[in-house]
């Protein structure tokens, strides 16, 4: 036998498999894997509108090029297809072709790897209008880590209930709704569209208004891209089915930020700004509040493993960070950055472990009668139920003392099985038998045996994911750096928080408005936005992150850096020094304030 096999004659072969995971649900409601920030908003529309996860539609079938093995849609495979339909006469020739083939890759359809190029496989369609929810790209929507079903569940906020329900009361965002107002992410996305039909079941019952006028051609083209596939994707059937999970992240405040920011940055400027520049902002928007509580949802995980119980909702707080406001262009402000992200790349290291040892809690508590009656809901907020997995970490609770001899006989039952066959893994058996509390033991032979590096890795790519390393619109980048060891020349990347336009031009308009019922403007001064930066996002400009020492000139450098690009960007107005005076303004009008 492998090691792998003598822990499944151990534990037994269902309990490994639930264990072989970097996941876990309760504390991290999505996949731990690399995902495109860009491709959640056609699912989350979808699932808004039918209210269950999409599955198959019909975007390669009518797109794809089906000579070869593998299925693939291309823009010359759609422009040959597209150039015979009545509503797209003209585009017949090459130069017309070429034309059309640009268009539709600049503002409705992207290629792996973000690559140039008409003959590369188009994985991304931009979401431009409601239909680009028919096309489902990637065409598997496990690609996207279960991700949209978390934001679907945080923008709803359904109090109960483990699975998402059609919205039965008024809300912002109800699920299974029409385009009439009943949520206002498809009533702006979904502009010209009607129903003729169930609007529950009929997957063809959406119609594009023809005579509608209030639609770019970026829109268009998606709409029509839209049209030849038919109908809607079907609902989704393998993996976890077609039902949404109504769980939300245990990092509330995060969450709480994430749902106020969207909320309002929708209702304002979906339709104030221009539809290409909206879309590239709220990728931003995301991405600030998606790591916001990955990185705030670490921190608590740390305390409870310290404790043995989450951080209340006053005493959360994200990851603080140092920015390089020069965006890499200042040598020590982009060093003292890339040193603040290494601290937290370190940390980040033991977070498997941590969540390998709530699955083991998990499991045992699961399979004891007794314990199994005191379990809570985990659904939506999982709070109390990773407090009670804490107090049996933590030897607190009264059920705690035969479940952790249970373990430390299971952990030495291991180590035997391993040196019984041929003695292999002895790190292993080492581990196993140490004095370490048993669930530790177990959840780090767990993770050595699966390959750290492989689990660390997927944090990273989820991490790069959220953060959109090195886009235009992120608030990262990467750069590889070599250093010298021992002889040999080892390189790695380094990476740093920083602001980008896109990114500075998203967090200056969201916080020009309130977050009350009408969303007035907001007076916002240089140094409230500092504040927002670290209060709401853990994000250091001014000020020493609480684990590093900066001088005061290097902080004031920084500032003053930050403040020139506002000015730049036309956001900051100031007719003199005074930090007071400073003061934010919006680049775009308000049609209620016009």
């Known amino acids: 036998m492998n090691a792998k096999e003598v822990f499944e004659s151990v534990l037994t072969v269902p309990t490994v498999h639930k264990l072989w995971s970097a996941n876990y649900d309760p504390a991290i409601p999505f996949t731990i894997q690399g995902f495109d920030i860009g491709s959640l908003l056609p699912a989350v529309l979808y699932m808004f509108r039918w209210g269950h996860r999409r599955g198959k539609g019909k975007f390669i079938e009518t797109y794809g090029n089906h000579q070869d093995k593998n299925a693939i849609a291309t823009i010359n495979g759609i422009l040959s297809i597209l150039s015979n339909?009545?509503?797209?006469?003209?585009?017949?020739?090459?130069?017309?072709?070429?034309?059309?083939?640009?268009?539709?890759?600049?503002?409705?359809?992207?290629?792996?790897?973000?690559?140039?190029?008409?003959?590369?496989?188009?994985?991304?369609?931009?979401?431009?209008?409601?239909?680009?929810?028919?096309?489902?790209?990637?065409?598997?929507?496990?690609?996207?880590?279960?991700?949209?079903?978390?934001?679907?569940?945080?923008?709803l906020h359904q109090e109960e209930g483990e699975c998402i329900q059609r919205s039965l009361r008024k809300n912002y965002f109800g699920v299974g709704c029409g385009f009439d107002g009943e949520n206002i992410l498809l009533s702006l996305f979904g502009n010209g569209m009607v129903i003729a039909g169930d609007k529950k079941s009929?997957?063809?019952?959406?119609?594009?208004?023809?005579?509608?006028?209030?639609?770019g051609i970026d829109q268009l083209l998606t709409?029509?891209?839209?049209?030849?596939?038919?109908?809607?994707?079907?609902?989704?059937?393998?993996?976890?089915?077609?039902?949404?999970?109504?769980?939300?992240?245990?990092?509330?405040?995060a969450m709480d930020a994430l749902k106020e920011d969207f909320n309002v940055f929708v209702q304002i400027y979906g339709t104030t700004i221009s539809r290409q520049s909206?879309?590239?902002?709220?990728?931003?928007?995301?991405?600030?509040?998606?790591?916001?509580?990955?990185?705030?949802?670490?921190?608590?995980?740390?305390?409870?493993?310290?404790?043995?119980?989450?951080?209340?909702?006053?005493?959360?707080?994200?990851?603080?960070?140092?920015?390089?406001?020069?965006?890499?262009n200042d040598k020590e402000l982009r060093m003292l950055a890339e040193q603040s992200m290494s601290q937290l790349i370190r940390q980040l290291k033991r977070l498997p472990n941590i969540l390998m040892s709530m699955g083991i809690i998990e499991t045992k508590i699961r399979k004891d009668r007794?314990?199994?009656?005191?379990?809570?809901?985990?659904?939506?907020d999982s709070t109390e139920f990773i407090n009670l997995l804490g107090s049996m970490y933590k030897n607190i609770h009264s059920g705690s003392?035969?479940?952790?001899?249970?373990?430390?006989?299971?952990?030495?039952?291991?180590?035997?099985?391993?040196?019984?066959?041929?003695?292999?893994?002895?790190?292993?058996?080492?581990?196993?038998?140490?004095?370490?509390?048993?669930i530790d033991r177990l959840a780090e032979s767990l993770c050595k045996l699966m390959g750290e590096k492989n689990l660390f890795y997927k944090h990273i790519t989820a991490v790069n994911s959220m953060l959109l390393i090195d886009m235009p619109n992120g608030m990262a980048q990467k750069r590889k750096i070599s250093r010298k060891t021992a002889g040999k020349t080892i390189s790695s990347d380094a990476r740093s928080i920083v602001l980008t336009n896109t990114m500075l031009d998203y967090i200056v308009h969201r916080h020009l408005r309130k977050a009350a019922k009408r969303k007035r403007q907001n007076t916002l001064t240089f140094i409230d936005l500092l504040h927002i930066l670290r209060d709401r996002y853990g994000l250091y400009v001014d000020e020493s992150p609480p684990s590093m020492q900066i001088s005061a000139e290097t902080l004031l450098r920084n500032k003053r850096i930050l403040e020139r690009r506002l000015r730049d960007l036309g956001v900051l107005v100031g007719v003199n020094d005074?930090?007071?005076?400073?003061?934010?303004?919006?680049?775009?009008?308000?049609?209620?304030?016009?």
């Open 202 to 215: 009929d997957l063809q019952s959406d119609h594009f208004n023809e005579n509608h006028l209030s639609v």
């Open 401 to 438: 003392e035969p479940l952790l001899k249970d373990l430390e006989e299971t952990c030495f039952g291991i180590a035997d099985a391993l040196e019984e066959n041929d003695g292999i893994e002895p790190d292993l058996q080492e581990l196993l038998r140490s004095s370490d509390n048993p």
């Open 223 to 253: 709409i029509r891209l839209a049209q030849g596939c038919g109908e809607a994707p079907y609902k989704a059937r393998s993996g976890t089915g077609g039902e949404i999970k109504n769980r939300w992240p245990i990092a509330i405040q």
């Open 578 to 594: 005074a930090e007071t005076m400073k003061r934010l303004c919006p680049r775009f009008r308000i049609i209620d304030e016009a």
């Open 85 to 155: 339909k009545q509503e797209f006469e003209g585009f017949n020739n090459d130069a017309t072709k070429a034309i059309l083939g640009d268009m539709l890759l600049s503002s409705c359809l992207e290629n792996k790897n973000h690559l140039p190029g008409r003959d590369e496989k188009v994985q991304r369609a931009f979401p431009t209008h409601y239909l680009a929810s028919w096309i489902d790209l990637p065409d598997d929507v496990v690609n996207l880590r279960l991700v949209p079903e978390m934001l679907v569940a945080l923008l």
């Open 278 to 328: 909206f879309l590239q902002m709220l990728e931003s928007c995301l991405s600030l509040g998606l790591s916001n509580i990955y990185f705030s949802t670490f921190n608590m995980l740390t305390v409870w493993k310290k404790t043995g119980k989450l951080p209340t909702h006053d005493e959360q707080y994200s990851w603080p960070f140092f920015v390089d406001c020069s965006t890499g």
């Open 370 to 380: 007794q314990l199994r009656e005191l379990i809570p809901s985990v659904t939506p």
